[in-house]
């Protein structure tokens, strides 16, 4: 029973030492900005790809500009809005955060987004591309300005209009034969399965497609051999959907060979976490895709050293892209630096409105920008990037013993198309 | 639980905190809760969220405790049950405008009812099995929340419109402190009355109860409707207070979260889990924060001390209380104002 | 002689049990005529994992009275250890071709994740259930499932302190592809099949034959005859837990191609497992077999007939539906057991 | 002295059952434990058999220490308890209970010796055999439990309540195979209700009330003795 007391105690003890820790005032010239994501929970992969890009942007510039020291403060969204918004208020307020950057997902976004206009605390670069975030952005867009340049477009902008933008092309011009137009959407069961499936759906249907499946599932889901099956049976000749969970993706893609389904296979995100390959084997050979590469000199390099450094091999889109979303913050410090001498909230929300909101200001590839040419935010598209092949752009591309080369736009085009056999 | 004074010899004071069911001790802690707003650091804005997240905890945890505690059948689909009375309300509120004022009074009544129809459902069930089908009613309650988009928007979330229009917190936890008081006040007065006797008797053994005129039925399917209502009513704050509400709301891994701060508070208590819920929490999501470079140590933390207290301390929090500072304060007490505790 | 076996199998097709297994043939059969003999393959190589999965839950649920909520966690255990064994031979022989080692190699990593997990079952029954049993058997169900609960959290969380949150899995035991039926499916999951048939008969002469078998038995019938005829509870309780969590971690293992071990993995087969023991009666081992089979084969039904995503809700209902009307599973008897408490 | 137990305090968690019980046990006798209910009859023979542990006191087993070893080593020793309520398998048929019951012995002759003995004493067994224990009447039950004791080849049979729930005439049976066992030179604790019956039978007998030993002596001498005659036979 003593024991039992003395732990009330030590958690009393410390409970109370963080307070009292926490309530000293940070020395000065210190720069406490927030990366929000998920750190742990489903999704703590993303998360812990977030935080080696961060460090790693972080070390180049030595945690330092001008006379500011940087220094991050990670706040675990912990796949949950109501713990993110917890966590998110705290980090502001008790750990003194002006800015900050980053987020994975869009409910996260849709609950956080009152809280940094609560604060007045400007918030960039985060990925939850759900449409809901757009939509509620726009309900006010002087209000939730301080949530600003989504990082990532709604998924109708590039996955799937791409996709069906190159079956179209790659059918007219006789690369690619099929007996029927007939095509079936899985994802997961998330805001972002959902709305990409949609997206891809009202694509295809415009492309004269018929949908012949729909199917959504748990993140939790491997085994596809029934779902495939069933496919296969109907003799689909598309298969095309998204998954952020791994283990799903990699799954789905191995069966599809296995089960023998001759269709053509659209999987989003197959390359998002750095190990598929080791997952899915030669089985991807043929598959395409559309997102973000590794394919400039700067983005290779900076694989090569993330691999080095922390041991795995990096995704593009969770490593590469908070990559370019820190370093397009650290941009905004400067810029509020050299213009107002200082930087506070205040300061940095305004060089967003004026100067990034209006696409004055932009992250190129001169910049350092290692996946896209150019992100820029217009008054006409924000909160989400420009689109197309000079900004914010996805290629096809297409899968071959784990490497991956872009297809499609012909103007980008690496490699031919390998059609299904 | 007779007082062991009757009504007439307490004085106007102790007779209005015995007609809310509170000591002395708790009265005080209520005060200090309803104060906490004014006390640095408990002044700042997200401790406010905190706290008042924390108190929706406690709240949940006394409902939680009513079933647990005294039926003693653990209802494993509680967080589904909370999350059916907060997608009452929210869609009531989306699609007819309906105020959230009396939203999540409807959200409370279809929670309840729900309750009911799993109190009747799990009548002839005991322990495990009952456990295990709220458990399975909530997955399938969670798994329609996710397929039904078209009503909930599923995995995209559905925004709510907040209760009150204002970015601060302190309506928010003034309003969850007194709804804390009265889910407490209600679950309370009724453990107390005949009915917390016959749980009681029911949770030790439903065929001696039955055997002494105790009819299980009736009170198992009230302790239910009643503990799921409450549950609703809760639910019902979260989504006008969160402002989104997604199926993850639902999950098994949320009753589990209000299951570990019951048990580790004392099951039985109902004060213990809403007591503990507040150093308790505090100190995780300092954790939390405090090694954000370990992610998941305030897990590994919090299921460590589940584990320590299933097995040395099933009396949880709340008997250290009885063991060690219930009678040196009670002493205390009579001492002060002449007033005896009882209960 | 003949009759009499006719007479006795009509007897048993009009208990719960008998109309289930009925309805559940004649359902495969007509999904299998009316859709392609996919659903029937489908159906029977997903059954005979799931089996494996669930019937080390219904050990632990029957002999030790412990309805574990952590049974994916030494799923998740089984595939770790799998995972750090498999990985090097798979790099050495890439290096050194070797058409028998690269036969042999998964039963190498099989083996490793069954002791491995077989040793965290014997450590937990002796650090958790152990001293829980000695302090109160009061309420046991309750309180070691509660337990279970917190041991679930702890490995959870531990797992990803210690191992990382990536992704540990490989693309497959054994390269290829084998035709069923007109169906295909890789030589993984027909090895993997068959791997759970002859555990699972291995199981059953154990259980059945063995001395140690008779006594797990014995336990689960009635802990004090044991006592009494001599066994010691304290030894057979470890072996028990230790066998149970074996098995969950040799299906974690065995089912590493299409589960990479990850913290979160071991929700999917907690909730099968839970499906597949609930219908066929909590403890009742050999039915998780047959369960194993029909929750398969209700999934399977469900995606093609209803639609993904929809596996949880359908079979959930069901399930709800064989407690209300048949509360000790299709298989149980109306006996009530300690469970029932 | 095959049996010798000192002193032996015991009871269930705080509640203290035996106070201060102290008993001897020749070999090759036949004893009983007679007292009112809730006197701590059965939880003397629990307390022997290695089911509850002793707060303290001695329990000595042919020149052994054995108290607070745990049932099955007591059961290795020597010792077979036979419940009131038998505890058998009952989802194991009749050959299978007997089987466990030889747990304890690893020779096959050994243990087929010790079968045919068994069903020597019970022929009704043998003609069940492959019958669920479950399935079996009270009174197959009682010979189940017995025979299934039998099986480890006890020197010291405890026996707790063997008219329990049984029909006169079968309390007749089982009380004539105890006293076949008894010739057979086997040492017998048992413990009744029935005082009339198990006085006429036994050869010693001791008097348990409120956890106390408050009599002890010849059956014959006890079955004559006022107090028990008053207070058992309400005479």
């Known amino acids: 029973m003593a024991g039992k007391m003395r732990l009330s105690v030590i958690i009393t003890v410390v409970a109370s030492i963080f307070l009292f820790t926490s309530l000293a005032v940070a020395a000065e010239k210190v720069l406490k900005i927030g990366v929000l994501g998920p750190f742990t929970g489903p999704s703590a992969k993303s998360g812990k790809e977030f935080k080696d890009s961060v460090t790693m942007a972080l070390d180049k510039i030595g945690s330092k500009i001008g006379n500011y020291k940087i220094v991050p403060v990670w706040i675990d969204s912990q796949s949950d809005p109501a713990k993110a918004t917890n966590a998110f208020a705290e980090a502001i307020e008790r750990k003194g955060v002006v800015a900050g950057c980053l987020n994975w997902h869009s409910s996260v976004a849709i609950a956080c987004m009152d809280l940094a206009a609560q604060y007045k605390v400007p918030w960039i670069a985060g990925m939850g591309a759900a449409e809901l975030v757009v939509k509620k952005w726009r309900s006010n867009p002087q209000k939730y300005s301080y949530w600003s340049c989504k990082f990532w477009p709604v998924p109708g902008k590039l996955e799937a209009g791409q996709s069906v933008a190159f079956m179209n092309w790659a059918l007219k011009n006789g690369v690619w034969k099929v007996k029927a137009k007939k095509a079936a959407i899985f994802g997961e069961d998330t805001d972002w399965g959902r709305n990409a499936g949609e997206n891809l759906k009202k694509a295809l249907k415009a492309g004269g497609w018929e949908i012949a499946f729909e199917d959504y599932f748990a993140l939790t889901q491997t085994d596809f051999y029934p779902m495939l099956s069933k496919y296969k049976k109907a003799g689909v000749t598309f298969v095309g959907g998204t998954t952020t969970s791994a283990p799903s993706m990699t799954g789905l893609v191995k069966q599809y060979r296995e089960v023998g389904l001759k269709a053509l296979l659209f999987a989003n995100g197959l390359s998002w976490v750095g190990e598929w390959y080791k997952l899915t084997g030669k089985a991807s050979n043929g598959v395409i895709d559309v997102q973000a590469q590794f394919g400039s000199k700067a983005a290779k390099a900076f694989a090569k050293a993330k691999k080095a450094r922390f041991g795995y091999a990096p995704s593009a889109p969770a490593s590469g892209l908070s990559y370019d979303g820190f370093n397009f913050f650290i941009k905004i410090l400067r810029r509020t630096l050299e213009k107002y001498g200082k930087i506070t909230s205040e300061d940095i929300h305004k060089v967003v409105m004026d100067e990034v909101n209006t696409g004055k200001l932009t992250f190129t590839e001169a910049d350092g920008a290692i996946l896209m040419k150019e992100y820029k935010y217009t008054a006409e598209t924000a909160p989400d990037p420009v689109v197309d092949t000079n900004h914010y752009f996805f290629p096809v591309i297409q899968y071959e013993n784990g490497k991956s080369s872009i297809i499609f736009p012909e103007s980008m085009k690496e490699k031919d198309f390998t059609p299904p056999m | 639980m007779e007082t062991g004074v009757s009504k007439h010899e307490m004085g106007f004071f102790s007779s209005v905190l015995d007609r809310l069911c509170l000591t002395p001790l708790g009265a005080l802690l209520l005060v200090l809760l309803a104060l906490l707003p004014l006390i640095p650091p408990f002044n700042q804005q997200y401790l406010l969220r905190w706290l008042t997240i924390v108190a929706l905890s406690a709240a949940s945890a006394i409902a939680f405790d009513l079933t647990a505690g005294f039926i003693n059948i653990v209802n494993f689909g509680y967080a589904a049950i909370l999350g059916l009375g907060a997608y009452t309300s929210a869609i009531l509120a989306v699609r007819t405008g309906l105020s959230p004022w009396i939203g999540i009074f409807v959200g409370a009544l279809a929670s309840g009812l729900l309750g009911f129809l799993t109190g009747l459902l799990t009548l002839r069930l005991r322990g495990i099995f009952a456990a295990v089908m709220a458990w399975f009613i909530g997955l399938a309650l969670m798994g329609l929340a996710i397929k039904m988009v078209w009503l909930t928007r599923g995995p995209l979330g559905l925004r709510v419109p907040r209760m009150f229009d204002t970015s601060s917190n302190e309506p928010y936890y003034y309003m969850m402190i007194v709804m804390l008081l009265v889910v407490y006040v209600i679950c309370r007065w009724v453990t107390r009355s005949k009915m917390g006797l016959a749980f009681k008797a029911i949770g030790q053994n439903m065929e001696a109860a039955r055997t002494s005129g105790v009819n299980p039925t009736y009170y198992r399917i009230v302790n239910f409707t009643l503990s799921c209502t409450i549950a609703g009513w809760l639910g019902g704050f979260y989504a006008h207070y969160m402002g989104i509400l997604t199926p993850d709301l639902m999950h098994t891994s949320k009753t589990v979260e209000v299951l570990a701060v019951v048990y580790i508070g004392g099951r039985g208590s109902l004060w213990g889990g809403a007591f503990l819920a507040f150093p308790f929490l505090i100190a995780m999501e300092l954790v939390r924060s405090g090694f954000s470079n370990l992610p998941g140590l305030h897990l590994v933390i919090y299921g460590v001390i589940l584990i320590l207290v299933m097995i040395y301390l099933p009396g949880g929090i709340a008997s250290l209380y009885y063991r060690f500072l219930y009678k040196p304060w009670g002493k205390f007490w009579e001492f002060m104002v002449g007033y005896k505790e009882n209960d | ?341 | 002295m095959l049996l010798e137990i000192n002193n032996l305090n015991a009871g269930y968690g705080f509640l203290q059952i035996l106070r201060d019980v102290s008993l001897k046990i020749k070999k090759a006798e036949y004893v009983c434990l007679i007292g009112p209910n809730g006197a701590g009859k059965s939880t003397t023979l629990k307390t022997i058999a290695g089911i509850i542990k002793p707060m303290s006191g001695q329990i000595v087993f042919e020149g052994k220490d054995i108290s607070g070893w745990p049932g099955n080593r007591v059961t290795r020793l020597g010792i077979s308890f036979i419940s009131e309520e038998m505890n058998l398998f009952t989802n194991m048929t009749v050959h299978e209970n007997m089987m466990m019951g030889a747990y304890t012995i690893k020779d096959k002759n050994t243990k087929n010796r010790l079968l045919e003995f068994a069903y020597g004493l019970f022929p009704r067994l043998q003609e069940r055999s492959n019958q669920l224990a479950g399935t079996l009447s009270g009174g197959e039950r009682k010979m189940l439990g017995i025979g299934r004791a039998l099986m480890a080849d006890p020197k010291l049979l405890l026996v707790d309540e063997p008219s329990f729930g049984l029909a006169p005439q079968l309390t007749d049976q089982v009380f004539s195979s105890l006293d076949t066992l008894r010739q057979e030179g086997k040492t017998i604790l048992v413990v009744e209700q029935n005082v009339t019956k198990t006085l006429s039978v036994t050869d010693r007998g001791y008097v348990l009330e409120n956890g106390r030993i408050e009599l002890k002596g010849p059956s014959a001498e006890l079955a004559d003795n006022a107090h028990v005659r008053k207070v058992f036979l309400g005479v």
């Open chain 3, 1 to 341: 002689m003949l009759n009499s076996y006719f007479a006795r199998a009509f007897a048993w097709l009009k208990t719960a049990g008998g109309i289930t297994v009925a309805t559940a043939a004649v359902l495969l059969v007509a999904g299998t005529i009316d859709r392609g003999p996919y659903i029937l393959v489908n159906t029977v190589v997903t059954g005979g994992m799931l089996g494996l999965v669930a019937m080390g839950l219904a050990v632990i649920l029957g002999v030790l009275n412990i309805a574990q909520f952590a049974h994916g966690e030494y799923f998740m255990i089984g595939g770790l250890s799998a995972y750090y064994v498999i990985r090097p031979l798979h790099a050495y022989l890439d290096a050194h071709p070797s058409a028998f080692l690269a036969m042999v190699a998964p039963f190498i990593a099989m083996i490793t994740a069954t002791l491995v997990g077989g040793l965290a079952g014997a450590v937990t029954e002796r650090v958790c259930f152990n001293p829980l049993r000695k302090r109160s058997r009061a309420n046991w169900v309750m309180n070691s499932f509660l337990l279970t609960v917190g041991i679930s959290v702890v490995l959870v969380n531990g797992d990803q302190l210690l191992f990382g949150t990536d992704f540990k899995g490989i693309t497959h035991y054994w390269p290829g592809v084998v035709s069923i039926a007109g169906v295909f499916m890789s030589v993984d999951r027909v090895m993997t099949f068959i791997l759970s048939l002859v555990i699972v008969t291995g199981f059953w002469i154990f259980m059945k034959y063995s001395r140690t078998g008779q006594a797990i038995r014995a336990v689960a019938q009635d802990e004090m005859g044991a006592l009494m005829v001599g066994i010691n509870l304290e030894w057979i309780m470890v072996l028990t837990m230790s066998i149970g969590c074996a098995m969950a971690a040799v299906a974690g293992a065995s089912l590493l191609f299409m589960y990479p071990s990850y913290p979160t993995v071991g929700l999917e087969p907690l909730y099968m497992a839970w499906f597949v023991v609930i219908l066929v009666g909590l403890g009742n081992v050999m039915g998780a077999l047959i369960g194993g089979f029909m929750v398969s084969l209700l999934k399977v039904l469900t995606l093609e007939y209803i639609g993904a995503g929809w596996e949880f809700v359908v079979p959930s209902v069901i399930i709800i539906l064989v407690l209300i009307f048949k509360p000790s599973g299709v298989f149980g008897s109306e006996v009530r057991s300690v469970l029932d408490q």
